[in-house]
């Protein structure tokens, strides 16, 4: 595994897990713009779409999620060094208020018209306005430990905060040493 450098600082950070051509972030916004992949996945998941977003239509899901997607990519990608990621990023835990050591977060965009945004960046915080993304899923039930590829999204964010722990890295400086390292 390596982590790759998304903006021209130290703020944001992708993890490339071994044997993946491009790094998480670019992986799920790749998936996220492709309509076949799209159309497997809400085929798949169709049960989800409909029972909680009320959505029968696969063509309006896929719309929706290009279009959501666009709009968190500009967000977190056309931001300037000095933006403040922490204004995108909220802790995993709805009811978490203080933050923690290497703390799981998310990022979605803001409330559309129709239904909330389904789609979910992954990160583990290193300290204000630093992350390291981890993965993304397009969340379709109230938790993530419902459905498989939301779990296997749980594990990637423990997988790479225990990986850091390890390491001894808990903020950016130590991070930076790390990634020098490997």
């Known amino acids: 595994m390596t982590f790759d450098r998304i ?17 998480s972030l670019r992986k799920v916004f790749n998936q996220w713009n492709d309509p076949e992949w799209l159309w497997d996945f809400f085929e798949k998941n169709i049960s989800d779409l409909e ?13 929706d999620t290009i279009s959501d997607s666009d709009e968190l990519e500009c967000l977190i990608l056309d931001i300037s060094p000095e933006a403040n990621l922490d204004k ?16 799981k977060e998310k990022a979605k965009t803001e409330q559309r018209n129709r239904h909330a945004s389904w789609l979910r960046l992954y990160a583990i ?32 964010m423990e997988y790479v905060r225990n990986l850091l ?6 903020d950016v400086a130590g991070f930076v040493e790390y990634t020098n390292e490997i």
């Not at 029972?51 to 719309?63: E, H, M, N, P, V």
């Not at 995108?88 to 703390?103: C, I, W």
């Not at 993304?136 to 993530?144: D, E, S, W």
């Open 88 to 103: 995108y990023f909220r802790p995993l835990e709805n009811n978490r208020t203080a933050d923690m050591t290497l703390g």
């Open 7 to 23: 903006l021209g600082n130290d703020t944001l950070w992708a993890v490339r897990y071994d044997n993946e051509e491009d790094n």
């Open 51 to 63: 029972s909680y977003f009320k959505i029968t239509d696969l063509g309006q899901a896929i719309y």
């Open 125 to 156: 915080k290193l300290e204000p306005s630093c992350y390291i993304i981890t993965g993304g899923a397009i969340k379709l039930t109230r938790t993530m430990q419902e459905r498989e590829h939301t779990l296997q999204e749980l594990k990637k």
């Open 165 to 170: 722990i390890e390491q001894g890295v808990i």
